[in-house]
């Protein structure tokens, strides 16, 4: 079984100021990890994702993200938020293979204040 | 190349109609999987699919049915809509980069 937890349903940072978005995960075998966005009334779209090698992963718009088997986490960041940032994001977690689908958090909301 | 193709992107049921969510995708993937969206809830698992004539059930099976005759399509099928199935739902499919999804049918149950 595994699980995923992202930390604040919401979050605000002010434009130009430092993005950080928790995600915790479960798994009992080594994951894939995935980072998500979702504007407004639209699908999702790939941020980033992790299978294996390099534990530190640059994704679209800026973004990226660290694996860190440790701390079972992989948080997303971005060093200057933009306005159009503003949307909600979702951290997923599929067994290695990723045939039986991905495990979501329950998404957090990331709030631009100009 | 279009993606995941999904129809109809909106739907009104009444409680106990059944209707089949169609998903289509054109990029010869052999995974694809069901999603639905609640408030708060993030996206939970429905049914998937390895191959075609090869479904399972994921996180909240209840009321769906899933077949899978094709590689290319994989429709999700409500027996009895209840208002509980009130969601958005999503269709993915999954290649070496990851999975790509519809953009979805928002379906109310009344």
């Known amino acids: 079984a595994q699980s995923v937890t992202q930390l604040g349903s919401h979050v605000s940072v002010s434009e130009g100021a430092l993005v950080l978005l928790r995600c915790n995960y479960s798994?009992?075998?080594?994951?894939?990890l995935f980072w998500y966005v979702q504007y407004p009334n639209q699908g999702l779209q790939l941020l980033l994702k992790?299978?294996?090698?390099?534990?530190l992963v640059k994704g679209i718009n800026g973004f990226e993200a660290e694996f860190k088997k440790s701390e079972t986490s992989f948080h997303l960041t971005k060093p200057s938020a933009h306005m159009s940032d503003a949307a909600e994001y979702f951290c997923?977690?599929?067994?290695?293979?990723?045939?039986?689908?991905?495990?979501f958090g329950k998404g957090t909301h990331l709030i631009i204040q100009p | 190349n279009a993606g995941v193709t999904q129809t109809p992107k909106f739907q009104v049921l009444k409680t106990g109609q059944s209707m089949t969510l169609q998903c289509a995708q054109d990029?010869?993937?052999?995974?694809m999987s069901w999603y639905r969206q609640d408030p708060g809830m993030g996206l939970r698992l429905i049914h998937y699919?390895?191959?075609?004539?090869?479904?399972d059930q994921g996180e909240v099976p209840n009321g769906y049915n899933v077949s899978r005759s094709t590689t290319e399509d994989f429709p999700l099928r409500l027996l009895s809509a209840a208002p509980s199935q009130t969601s958005v739902y999503f269709c993915?499919?999954?290649?070496?980069?990851?999975?790509?999804f519809g953009s979805g049918t928002r379906l109310t149950v009344v």
């Open positions: 993915a499919s999954r290649g070496n980069y990851g999975y790509t």
């Open positions: 798994s009992s075998v080594p994951p894939y």
């Open positions: 992790y299978t294996t090698g390099a534990t």
């Open positions: 997923a977690v599929s067994s290695g293979g990723g045939a039986d689908g991905l495990t």
């Open positions: 990029m010869n993937h052999e995974y």
């Open positions: 699919s390895v191959g075609a004539g090869i479904t």
